[in-house]
């Protein structure tokens, strides 16, 4: 199996151009992060049409000696490869008493970045889900708008079963949300090396209704929607038509692909899935 992406993904097409031009509301963003730019920036339309590299605090500075041994390999599996062995070493994945835990009697340690994959693939709104939307929280500042039902009231059982699922997913974990953040650091660096010069992804997403809160504008078949933090989008229209009665098409900057199943074989069901953060975008419906 290789890794490598399908070079028929993105369709070139440029963006539509909407009258309306809504921005990130203030309910779905926070004032900080720990990105080269703002939420209200990184969240936005504008964003989406016009996309640069999105760096995590201090990540690629810290890792330095990955990316060096990653840029002597051409071969996609080679490197994926090279990661996994870089994130077990680093982490001390396979020897958890190195990095402070009491030992094998004390699972939480081996909630690792994989587990996190892992559960997002069965279920976006299981336990590893929240520990991956509140990530994008803290890192990019772009607020969970859904899980296992609307947060917008924070005051909500729902807002507090889904911070409580988030710190369970946390707690006496080893360093895990360094972990996701080379993780997305990485999958960044490959989607440069296998799409260079290429700023999006025409991918599709199928759903059965979308919520007045969720659409800011409309003009025939083109939505601008404001997406959860974090949503599952694929590179099929056929797999995506599984998932809904109608059909969505974004065209998603790289910038915004947290991860996507062909950089982790077997990690992922299928071969087509990317999981994308969220904000404004603009999108197609297609039925």
Request: aromatic fraction near 10%; charge should be positive.
């Amino acid at each position: 199996m290789t890794n490598a992406i399908p070079c028929g993904v993105d369709d070139n097409r440029h963006l539509a151009l909407s009258p309306a031009h809504p921005s990130l509301p203030k309910t779905a963003r926070l004032p900080i992060n720990h990105c080269n730019l703002p939420a209200l920036i990184l969240g936005s339309l504008i964003f989406q049409r016009y996309p640069v590299p999105l760096l995590l605090d201090g990540v690629a500075e810290l890792h330095t000696r990955l990316f060096a041994l990653l840029d002597k390999l051409d071969d996609p599996e080679r490197r994926t490869q090279q990661f996994m062995d870089y994130m077990t070493v680093y982490f001390r994945l396979q020897t958890l008493q190195d990095s402070g835990s009491p030992g094998r009697r004390y699972l939480r340690g081996r909630a690792d970045y994989l587990r996190m994959v892992r559960g997002w693939a069965f279920d976006p709104d299981c336990r590893e889900g929240a520990v991956l939307k509140g990530w994008v929280e803290s890192r990019f500042g772009l607020l969970t708008l859904y899980h296992r039902g609307s947060l917008r009231d924070r005051s909500s059982e729902t807002y507090l079963r889904y911070l409580e699922a988030r710190s369970k997913g946390l707690y006496s974990t080893n360093s895990l949300e360094a972990q996701l953040d080379l993780l997305y650091t990485y999958c960044q660096y490959e989607l440069r090396r296998q799409l260079p010069n290429r700023p999006h992804l025409s991918l599709y997403r199928g759903f059965n209704k979308l919520g007045d809160e969720e659409v800011l504008a409309q003009n025939g078949r083109w939505r601008i929607v404001l997406l959860n933090n974090l949503s599952s989008f694929t590179s099929s229209w056929e797999r995506a038509d599984e998932f809904g009665d109608h059909l969505l098409r974004a065209q998603v900057p790289l910038a915004k692909i947290f991860f996507y199943n062909r950089m982790l074989p077997g990690m992922l069901k299928g071969e087509d899935e990317y999981v994308v953060i969220g904000g404004v975008y603009e999108v197609e419906r297609l039925s």
